[in-house]
Structures are given as C-alpha cells and as structure tokens.
C-alpha cells in the first residue's frame, strides 16, 4: 500500500498570506491527524479528522483550520501567515488507535 | 492536562554499548504510550506502544520499554545499539478514553547518536 503523501514537500510564503496544505493517507484510513514540528515546541498537535468531523482540536489559533473529504483526504489551511508559523507540518493516518503512519510532512517558511 | 517529559535531549553512545533513553509523563487518567523514531532525513515511524497487558513491550529491531505506573515511567531500553540506530526517538501518551481519538502528546525529543 502506498504510504501517506503530502503536498507540496516544500513551501515560502510571505507574512500576511495564507495556504493550504494537501494529505492523503493510506488507503482505507479513516482518521487524520495534523501536527506541527518545530525545534523549540517539538511536535504539537494541530487537529484530527475521522469521517469528514473533526474529532479532537489542539491549542492553534482560529488561523489554523482544516476539513476532510469523503474520499478521507485532508486539508489544512492556515490564514494571515506569521513568522512563527514557520515548520515542519506533518499528516498521519491511523486504523489502530495510537499507530500514526505518518507521511513525510511538508515544510512551509514564512518570510 | 498530559505532559510528556524526555530527560535527555541528546545521548552519545558507542557502538555495541546499552542505551536507555528515558520517558516521564503525566496524566491524571489512563494512558497509552508509544515511542516514535525519526531517522535522519525520513518520517516519524511507530517504535513500539503500550495499550494494556503487559508492562514490558518489545519492538522488532532490538529495543524495549517498560511501563511503571508508579513511576509514570516508559523508558526506552536496547543492549547493544548500532551505527544504524542513530536517529531522534520521540516518547508520546494519549489518554485511553478519548473515544478512539489520535491525539497524542509528544516529548521534546532524543536525539541519539551511536559512535564507531
């Protein structure tokens, strides 16, 4: 089976614009998770989406916000960009609670 | 509200020599715990988890961890680490009645490197 794939791998934006963030997880996958990585708050959670309803929603700011489609692709977007925002962004898809297979994260610098 | 504690953000080893990797959380409810491995340059894959059972689960590739309650402990233990070992190990906890969600709570990180 294909893995979880996320698009793009990489992203500059500028201060002040907004973006969207692609996910597709493994086949068969109902629920995906966001996180964000960087080197001074480590992995924070973002949200996580089962069936298209958002199960669970970490400490971002209404900024930060997502969806997931029938098919269990997701999206997160993320408004008014800051330089804090800058990060590792990673997706995971789950089917046994607690195994995240997570995909390879797409890396967004705000300047 | 869970918290997830890694006391050592990095740990140099040599080749063949034990390595403990340590991991305190807390949780004020029931908890999973799992240990996640990031290799240099690859995505975070699942190392091992605990669920329920027993407290000493093991993981395909040489490491173990054990959960101590009373300890609010799950460390990280291998005998003998190799050059191949060599990455950032990443303790987590959910609690076991979000109703099936994924959230997880991460530590900060390990980075453990194994010299020649």
């Known amino acids: 089976k294909a893995g979880v794939t996320q698009t793009p791998r990489y992203l500059i934006k500028t201060r002040g614009q907004q973006v969207t963030l692609s996910c597709s997880p493994i086949?068969?996958?109902?629920?995906v998770s966001w996180y964000q990585q960087t080197p001074g708050q480590g992995l924070q959670f973002l949200f996580e989406?089962?069936?298209?309803?958002?199960?669970n929603k970490g400490n971002f700011p209404g900024r930060f916000s997502g969806r997931q489609f029938s098919n269990s692709r997701s999206e997160m977007n993320v408004s008014t960009l800051e330089l804090g925002d800058s990060a590792l962004y990673l997706c995971?898809?789950?089917?046994?609670?607690?195994?995240?297979?997570f995909g390879p994260g797409t890396r967004l610098t705000v300047t | 509200a869970q918290s997830v504690t890694q006391l050592d953000s990095q740990v140099p080893v040599f080749e063949e020599a034990p390595v403990e990797l340590r991991c305190n959380y807390s949780?004020?409810?029931?908890?999973?715990l799992f240990w996640y491995v990031q290799y240099p340059n690859q995505g975070l894959q699942l190392l091992l988890k605990?669920?329920?059972?027993?407290?000493l689960v093991e993981s395909i590739n040489g490491f173990e961890a054990e959960f101590n309650k009373s300890q609010t402990s799950f460390h990280l233990r291998k005998p003998s680490v190799h050059i191949s070992d060599t990455a950032e190990y990443f303790c987590?906890?959910?609690?076991?009645?979000?109703?099936?969600?994924?959230?997880?709570?991460f530590g900060k990180g390990t980075k453990l490197t194994v010299n020649p």
């Open positions: 995971a898809s789950s089917l046994v609670p607690g195994t995240l297979n």
């Open positions: 086949s068969g996958h109902r629920s």
């Open positions: 989406y089962f069936s298209e309803t958002q199960r």
């Open positions: 949780s004020s409810v029931s908890v999973y």
């Open positions: 605990y669920l329920s059972g027993s407290t």
């Open positions: 987590a906890v959910s609690h076991t009645s979000q109703g099936g969600s994924e959230k997880l709570v």
